[in-house]
């Protein structure tokens, strides 16, 4: 009795996997891109007598769009992550709490009294530095290990993740070449009103 279920089982196997072969074949199916031509390739295949596989499945579940191939004058993918060049995480530390903290005592110490706005505070915890400018909003300071980044919310820039550039001895955010400290300054001192000395 068990041998004749294995043999009913491998029988029906290999009829599921002919008529699969069959129906939705790589080679047999339209190119498609979008689901219109999925549902154009559907009735094409109704009209012919054939079975309508684009209807059988949605574009997300299977793709009959054949891989694209890579000329000669393209461009290669984004390249393996050399380790070696990766900052280590106790120098990232070091220098992205020193950068951190130097921010935190400049403001609080030399702007902390005189810059007389509404809803001026300066918070770090979590090392996380905070410092809000009322109603002229909110700015946000933090490391991002993993990046080795440090990550800034500005009310005026928006987001910005700064990568250490050991040339210029500072964080620089890649997408303008705009500096940390320097942008941090620029900003601070036009929404305050007055000229604000980071570095």
């Known amino acids: 009795m068990a041998s004749r279920k294995l043999l009913l089982g491998l029988t029906a196997g290999r009829r599921l996997r002919s008529r699969t072969q069959q129906l939705f074949w790589?080679?047999?199916?339209?190119e498609a891109t979008t689901s219109?031509?999925?549902?154009?390739?559907?009735?094409?295949?109704?009209?012919?007598?054939?079975?309508?596989?684009a209807l059988l499945f949605s574009s997300r579940t299977i793709s009959s769009t054949r891989p694209a191939t890579q000329s000669a004058g393209d461009a290669p993918g984004p390249s393996a992550l050399d380790h070696k060049l990766v900052m280590p995480e106790d120098e990232f530390h070091k220098l992205a709490d020193e950068t951190i903290h130097d921010l935190l005592e400049k403001l609080e110490v030399e702007y902390g009294d005189s810059i007389q706005m509404d809803g001026f505070d300066i918070d770090y915890g979590n090392q996380v530095l905070t410092l809000r400018l009322g109603d002229l909003g909110t700015y946000v300071v933090n490391k991002?290990?993993?990046?080795?980044?440090?990550?800034?919310?500005?009310?005026?820039?928006?987001?910005?993740?700064?990568?250490?550039?050991?040339?210029?001895?500072?964080?620089?955010?890649?997408?303008?070449?705009?500096?940390?400290?320097?942008?941090?300054?620029?900003?601070?001192?036009?929404?305050?009103?007055?000229?604000?000395?980071?570095?």
Do not use: H
């Not at 219109?36 to 596989?53: E, I, N, V």
């Not at 910005?160 to 620089?172: E, K, L, N, P, V």
């Not at 997408?175 to 900003?187: I, M, P, Y």
């Open 144 to 199: 991002q290990t993993p990046n080795r980044q440090i990550w800034l919310s500005s009310p005026m820039s928006g987001p910005s993740r700064f990568d250490w550039d050991a040339s210029t001895d500072g964080w620089i955010y890649k997408r303008t070449g705009a500096n940390l400290v320097q942008l941090l300054e620029k900003e601070i001192g036009e929404l305050c009103g007055t000229p604000v000395e980071l570095s």
């Open 26 to 30: 790589p080679a047999n199916l339209p």
């Open 36 to 53: 219109r031509s999925l549902a154009a390739a559907a009735t094409a295949a109704q009209q012919s007598g054939g079975l309508p596989a």
